[in-house]
């Protein structure tokens, strides 16, 4: 007579080892995956612009609903992008990218610091490196995963592009309002020129926006546009 199925003994320990190594040998090959198919975009990037990004692909998910959304984004060379801009940028987001190797540990310690001091998450501490990977293969959703997978892309980033490459990808494919990808179509946007005609006084603006594109605008963003200002200046630029 064959033993119901209700009354069959437990999995033994063996079996469970067995079934423990086929999960950590299939996390395995997904993270193995993940990071192939990165170390292989990034290279790939060296020669060619990106047609879009996970941030872009995650917001045209979510607008799904919204008739009205409508994507504008156009990639150019960093040589036209006004230095101003370039600049303004660098001041608000990351005053260190070209000494650093995708984390600046100095910046990452007074973040810390500061949200301790205000007992919550307050200042990030991300470098244009790590901005750039999150965009570029992640989403704006926050978790400490997240933060983690930066972490450890940005040196994959640093090793694969140059300063110049990073900084050009940034400026190209970041968000810089609903539906506004990049630096020469928010220059279009919001004041009808292109990127390389961008003056101090309007880089200001627009960098003082990229804490939160899409809630901030370029003519309400004043006492920052000033701080931004007042770095680029001690910066000598």
Excluded at 112 to 123: S, T
Excluded at 183 to 211: F, K, N, T
Excluded at 214 to 226: F, G, I, L, S
Aim: aromatic share 10%; with cysteine.
């Amino acid at each position: 007579m064959s033993r119901s199925p209700a009354s069959a003994p437990p999995p033994g320990p063996s079996r469970w080892k067995l079934r423990l190594w086929r999960a950590a040998a299939v996390v395995l090959v997904a993270v193995g995956g993940f990071y192939g198919s990165v170390t292989g975009t990034l290279i790939w990037l060296r020669y060619f612009d990106p047609a879009t990004t996970a941030v872009q692909v995650q917001r045209r998910l979510e607008s799904l609903l919204d008739p009205s959304y409508e994507k504008r984004y156009r990639f150019v060379p960093l040589e036209e992008v006004s230095p101003h801009l370039r600049h303004a940028v660098m001041a608000a987001e990351d005053g260190r990218f070209y000494q650093h190797g995708g984390i600046d540990w100095q910046e990452l310690e007074k973040a810390m610091e500061a949200n301790v001091k205000r007992g919550r998450l307050w200042r990030g501490g991300s470098t244009i490196t790590q901005q750039l990977v999150k965009n570029l293969f992640l989403t704006t959703r926050f978790s400490f995963l997240r933060k983690g997978v930066e972490f450890t892309l940005a040196p994959l980033a640093e090793t694969a592009l140059s300063k110049d490459r990073i900084l050009e990808l940034y400026l190209n494919v970041i968000e810089w309002g609903e539906g506004i990808y990049g630096i020469e179509a928010a220059a279009r946007h919001y004041y009808g020129v292109p990127a390389a005609r961008l003056d101090r006084e309007r880089s200001a603006r627009l960098a003082a926006c990229l804490p939160n594109p899409r809630r901030r605008h370029p003519d309400r963003v004043e006492p920052y546009a000033r701080q931004i200002l007042r770095r680029m200046q001690a910066q000598g630029w």
